[in-house]
């Protein structure tokens, strides 16, 4: 692809949300705006479909000289967005309409909502497509500040709690992962580096010649830095808040794509310090943080009363099976993470959507309230439970291949003893989260209520992302493998066992 | 061979078209049809693709480009196609069986969502027997348990139900980790996740690699195949789901635990013919006589007709365990021929219990059709309003109970000729244990024998006991037929062994195979004196002969009589009525009271007087007598309590306090800093 | 295949045993009565009942079903099926190639199942009482019955009947000293078997000690001649099985006549003997509680064990 | 480079650590802005006197840019954001370790922040020497005051700090990696305040007070 090509494909890809966002504050009209957003995030994922197919036949894009480059890894960061982003946009029609009927939210609720959501798709599109890790720093902190805009909408008690807890920590733990980046920067200059030193294409070229102490050091920012924004236990703690508070698409976004995208930082950096460590250093720590989060995830999931911080916790244990999956390496390992951050993509916001649409119904969050709704809207009843059997790693769904690589690996890596605490933390969590989900699903309502799906528009974005799961499971497609593939070639440092 | 490709390719698209179609369709008159017609075609192509497997040669099938790494491969040698013929004769049976059945469920629900996931579910089995993939095996596997479940849960008002399928969700998964395990390890040798692989390079395991792999299959199968004390789900499941799912599972499903554990032992554990590897038949053979004994003594005091059918699930599991351990033991000390015999009784047990138990849970199936409940103390007296039920019922209670000439005592007579092969062990050990643990069997077979009294008795014979029972009518003509089926198996596997012995000896490639239908089973001393012989046939037709000649003598000594309808002998009280007849609790008080130490009996009294200052008045007294579990208050309970403690301890730290969270990060980076300071180089 | 003399010889022994029962069971009540200072009934008189009861009219239980009809046909084909298994005075009966010890405590299984149903077919409370007892005894007896039939089994090479009395009659006397504990747990095991002293009482009625007549209580006519017919060549059949195996003396090996009458002579006597030892025994015990019966089958059991310890040491 | 100016870096350094340990060991509000404002002016100068050494024209925009937000805006924005709060909003009265004990912290934490920057091997540059441990000393005492305090305000002060101890890592480790990067970091920090003012404005709103103990509604025991 020439790069006039290039820099227009970028360009209009950063400008859809850009131009979204300003056309929402223009018109400020519910139903314009509406499908104005929607227009927008339908041509962020054709566009990222085109992106995505460029990338697969020539494996990078760079435009505007150095400043954006695509490999297939960002790439395969990149769909999971759009995916989520245009669903989530869908959904949030319905729902934000169905909160704007009860007078849950006015007009002006509803613009500063849709402005957000431009934004925050736009922050978020730049970070896997900037080579600028400077850059991505300030468009991951950027995401936080505009996700917390979007979770503190309704100025409830609890949404203001949520809101300062993930901005505190959040900024906290990002102010991490700047000095990580500072640090490896150091070791990029000091290395000899000078044109290009922030950038990953050329860190990961330099790679080779860092100072190893430094590097450990650099590293340990990034971990906790970037682990902090991906939810990784035990800095996980405004997760939960968060997830459960925000409005129910800005939930399936945060927990569906901007924990991935600060996972995706994690990774950059993770391969830069194999080139300089050997990848012993970074698994380790990887690994320890990954058990950690996944033995929390699955404590704290029996014991939860709401079904969104639920939700959230579980995002918390597939975050774990990333990085686990990232430490384990090796072929199975690295490939069964990328294919973890796209299932975990799909299964999550569309069990948040279920929620949301069954917390509209039900007027509550509250698991031991929900009963029966299976009966009462027959549709979300079953998406929820195919989600929910996704998420835990029930085949046929789509996370059971990705779990199954990742903890083949652990034993192909010769960690026996962690494969065997998350086969045991899984088993829980299994046992743990689907006791909650079918005493939902099932059951007979506490109170009769009318038999109800909430609407068209509450259930398509639910059906797109439950055919996906379903059909991950057991078919993938030639041209996604491929591009996961030259992902986990990347990953691995162009090695693969 | 290209033609059982086809076929076997019919049969998938086949579920699936019942599976889709169940989806689509609406309740009304052909809902049923749409259904369950394609999964009895499906069933009658896998028998008959089966049979052409086991006559000719395997299958196998590779479709490629699914998923990254792994093939779906499809693979069905004999020991695939033997069990595959074992799901499509009964599923055969029950899918007919259903289109009566599920009549009920008509007025109350989507009988679409039960008709997809019967079909799916079907299906997944058959699968599950021909992957050759740890990959799929294990989607199947999970497949087929997801399904099940939502079959057991199909009558998901009942608070109570949806617990029970959650303990079974959650014990199947369980299994499902060991089970993974298992392939993990051999994956670990091997790279790859084929059975190929694990088959040709399994000898060369090293003997620790081998001995996890066994041990962690038998467990994750184990659980599958409802072996003490892992057997929980099982009667918990069983009596919760629709009857006709009940059959298919007990029938099937959990006969894929056994499949899996004779893959794991023969094909992939890499057994070889040592002492060394004795002792894992001692595993089976431990486990196998606690899940017999156990089974049965539950199945004995149990009043619930299906919970007591799901514990002599676990009861002839156990039996069938048995027989594979002394096969291993036998093998393990190159006794083939002995070991070929215990293998055959296992198996031939193994597809006899799929017949009878089949059978048995339609039976009970119909009786919850037409009375509604499935508690015996409520039932009595339908032997004459429902005929047909109650004979097929009988001659299921007859087979399982391993009398002649039924299936049943063929397969156990065949075991305890196995057992009382041991002597030919060279480990004085062994031979005592083995004769040792020949006493747990025989008393399992004694206590079958009661229970089966017990349980067709209080539903059948006698007075209803519940007089406020509706009015019962025979069940539909494609029940019968459905179980009809299973019963004519059941006797013609008990008249005929030779079926079930070439089948078994075609299928599984053992050495010897029987050339007519009218060769006794003969197993010879090494003298060549005879050890032991059975020839049904003869057995069937002596029985008919004694029969007719004894009425005939009868008849010439008596001459005709006549017969007088009268009443039951009362000593003259003359009303004798429904409340006075023995009680399903009471026929089996002797034996709980025998083993009380396992039962924990625990009786309350309650009285109710005229006049409370007047204890000799008494107006009722009311028995409450109950028996605990000693498996869930000793061992589940415990594990419980324990893990949720540890977890209540961890979740704790999400305290609420931002101080606290802001704390941990602090902490976590001083720590990997200091982590980091120590790894220096 | 074997000649049809053999065939003959072996039908003619099962029919002896058809025969003979009923007369064991006049020979036990002769015994007890003279133990008891009575003149008793003759030892023919099983035969007498017998014939009067086939000739009588029936009343049958309007509660009772098929079950209850087909029970005594079920009951008398099944064990007189079994008494062609069973050597008498020649020690290889033909039909040793068609089934074995297994399939004779087989259809004694088939037998006591179809006895218990009728039992509660009636809905009489007696017939409650009947099976739930045998359900108790049956199922605790059946593995002291294998443990025994293991040890002879192993000694003798066989559950074969045939290959069994053939081996202990070539046998020296008494050679195998775990045989004398296989032939103590067989002793009781045979008590329990036909509902005799100390586990039940042929003799009465008492709800307090039937057990076998409790479930025939509503049985009349022919049925009831059959119950007890199959009764007592159930328990000539133990006995037989019991004189044949533990003390094979004069049995017959070959297929001519004087030995032949020779064997058939000794069996009379053995079994007259063993049939007024257990009359005597009876009349000197009384019955025991019912469950202490569990004690005496352990005791068979235990006796057992210890005989299969003795053969493998 | 010369005596004084090492004198120079030393001072500076002391000063901004003076005013950083000035947050902690004060209760008001108004002490901590003064404090911050004070170390802000004293990092535009460093920000400036690095920018001379090094002659990289845009380090002096982002002295001024320092000076202008951070000396100006943001105390303006937090006065006026805290106008209208009750003055017990506004002070510290119960942090969870005791004013000394936080002392004591805090120096522990200096200490360590010297001992980390020993461990990474620089080229021998004064001014990273100087600033390294400083700027880290700041990271750190800012986290503390985050752990230890009770009051929103405080934690936004804490946050405060924090950052400036980003930019002076940033800026001595780098001497300004480029100009965007910094113009966002300071966008980003901007943007922050607000918002983090808007929340405080609502919290004091919603919950009549600005501490955080109130803020324990979502919580899993």
Redesign the interface.
Known sequence: MDSLLSNITILSLLLTPLVGGILVTIFRKKKIIEIVTISSASLILIQVFFILSTIIHEKTITAFGNAFYIDSFGAVILLPISIVGFVSVLYSKNYMGRQYDIGLVDDKHIVRYYQGLSIFLLSMLVVPITNNLGVMWVTVEATTLVSVLLIMLYFKENAIEAAWKYLIIATVGLSFALIGTVFFYYANITAGSSEDAMNWTGMVHNSKLFDPNLVKIAFVFILVGYGTKAGLAPMHTWLPDAHSEAPTPVSALLSGVLLNCALYGIIRFHIVSSGTLGHAFSDQLLIILAVVSIGIAAASIYFQKDMKRMLAYSSVEHMGLVSLGIGFGGMFGIYGAILQIINHAIAKPLMFFASGTVSQKYETKVMSKIKGIIKVMPVTGALFLIGGFALVGMPPFNIFLSEFLVLSSGFQSGQFLVTMIVIAFLVITFAVFLRHLIKMVFGNPVVEMKQDDMGKLAVIPMAILASLVIIFGFYIPDQLQTLVHNASNIINGGSII | MIENLILFQIVISLFLGGALLGLVSRNGRFARPMIFIPSMMGSVLTVLFSIGVIMTKSLSWTVP?????FKLEIFVDGISAFFMLMIGLVSFAISLYSLGYTKEYESKKRISVFGFLFNVFILSMILVAGSNNG?FF???W??MS?TSFFLV?YD??K?EN?KS??TY??MT??GT?LI??SF??G??QTGS?GFDSFRTSSPSFPLLVKNLMFVSAFVGFGTKAGIVPLHTWLPKAHPVAPSNVSALMSAVMIKMGIYGIIRTVFDFAGFGASPDYSWWGVLLIIAGSASALIGILYAVIERDIKRALAFSSIENIGIIIIGLGLSIIFASYHLTALSVLALVASMYHTINHAFFKGLLFMGAGSVVYATGTKDMEKL?GL??KM?WTSLLF?VGA?SI????PFNG?VSE?LG??A??SS?QIPS?VL??SI??A??????T???A??A???L???TF???TRDIHMPHIQEVPRNMIAGMAILASACILFGIVPFLGISLLSTAFHLPSQPSSPFD?I??K?N?S???????MP??AI???A??L???GF?RI???K??????????CGFGK?N?R???TAA??????R??FKSLFKPHNVISKELFVQTNPYMVKSIKLHSTTKNIFEENLYNPIISS??F???K?????????????????L???L??I???S??? | MPSSPEIILGIIQALILMALSPLVTGIMRKTKARTQKRVGFSIFQPYYDMIKLVRKDEVVSDQSSWIFRCTPWVNFATIGTATFFIPVFLSHSPFGLVGDLILVIGLFGLARFFTMLAGLDVSSTFGGIGSSREMMTSALLEPALFLAIFVVALTYGGTNLSTLVEAASNSPLLPHPQLIFAAIAMFVIILGETGRLPFGNHATHLELTMMHEAMVLEYSGKSLALMDWSQSIKQIILFTLIANIFVPWGISSSISAVPLGLGLLAFMIKISIFAVSIAFLESSIAKWRLFRIPDLISVAIASSLIGLVLYYL | METIQLDILTISGAILLIATFGVIARRGFMDWLNAYRLQSVVLSAVTAIVGYVTGIWEIYIAAALTLVIKSLVIPKVLTYVTRSLEIEFKTETNPYLSLRASIIVSALLVAMSYFLSQQIPFKSDPVVNVYLPVSMAQFFLGLFALVNRRTALSQVVGLLIIENGLFLFTLVLTHGVSLIIEIGIFADILVGIVISSILLFRMSRTFDSLDVDKLENLRDD
């Open positions: 480009n699914m998923l990254p790494f990959f294990l989607m199947f999970e497949l997801l849960i998901h008002d608070e949806v399928g959650i969700l959650v998964h369980f980790a993974f395990v993990l390890l994956y670990l996740f009595g032997v004459k005929p009988l007859v109970a391993g009398l002649p005592f007579w305890l000729q057992i009382l002597s004085t031979q005592l004769a040792f020949s006493l747990p069997f025989a008393l077979i004694g206590l024998a009661a089966f009294v017990r067709f008795a209080m014979l006698s007075k006794a003969a197993l001393n003298d004196t005879s050890f032991a012989n059975l020839s003869l057995v002596m029985l008919s004694v029969a000649a004894v009425f009868i000594l008596g001459g009589t006549s017969k007088t309808i009268y009443g039951t002998w009362d004798l429904e006075m007849e023995y009471s026929l089996s008080h002797p034996i009271v025998i893990t949720l540890v977890l209540d961890i979740r704790k730290i999400q305290t609420g306090k931002i101080n606290s969270y802001l704390l941990y990060i602090m976590t980076i001083i990997l800093l982590f980091v300071r790894s220096h180089a």
